[in-house]
């Protein structure tokens, strides 16, 4: 709805919550502070959103298997800021780890590989380099 300062508010109080009730690099804590990311992306405050979907990530990277899913949506998150904030060689450097994982994790026909060409080829679009991005498309 758009309501961010209410969206806010609600994911703080799940986070904390979550803070008290689960150990700290637990996946459920890390699901709250990608909620919060998002909220930041969607307001235009890059630099938390960044600092909570870093947050995320750095609870998957010690709650999780190298090669597990949510690792690369933790990247494409992270991705996505630097794509919003026009910081493309970042987004791709973001996007390129996911799609590793995610080439690794899952099947060639998994949707999750298609959302992650998609937005490669969104930032290349976005840099002007039209062709590169149709290849990704």
């Known amino acids: 709805m758009g309501d961010y300062s209410k969206a806010l508010e ?5 986070l904390k919550i979550f803070e008290k009730a689960l150990p700290p690099n637990h996946p459920d804590l890390a699901t709250s502070y990608n909620n ?8 235009g405050d890059y630099s938390k959103a960044l600092e909570f979907h870093e947050k995320t990530h750095k609870i998957f ?8 899913p949510n690792l ?12 919003n904030m026009g910081d493309y060689s970042k987004a791709l450097e973001f996007y390129g780890k996911a799609l590793k994982i995610l080439e690794k994790a899952l099947p ?3 949707p999750n590989l ?17 062709s590169k991005a149709l290849e990704f498309y």
Do not use: T
């Open 36 to 43: 919060i990311g998002d909220v930041y992306n969607n307001m």
């Open 114 to 130: 298609a959302i992650s060409y998609k937005n490669i080829g969104q930032v290349y679009h976005n840099m002007g380099d039209y």
């Open 72 to 83: 690369a949506i933790s990247y494409c998150n992270i991705g996505q800021v630097y794509n």
């Open 61 to 68: 990277e010690k709650a999780l298997p190298s090669n597990h």
């Open 108 to 110: 060639p026909n998994h």
């Open 10 to 14: 609600f994911y703080g109080k799940a």
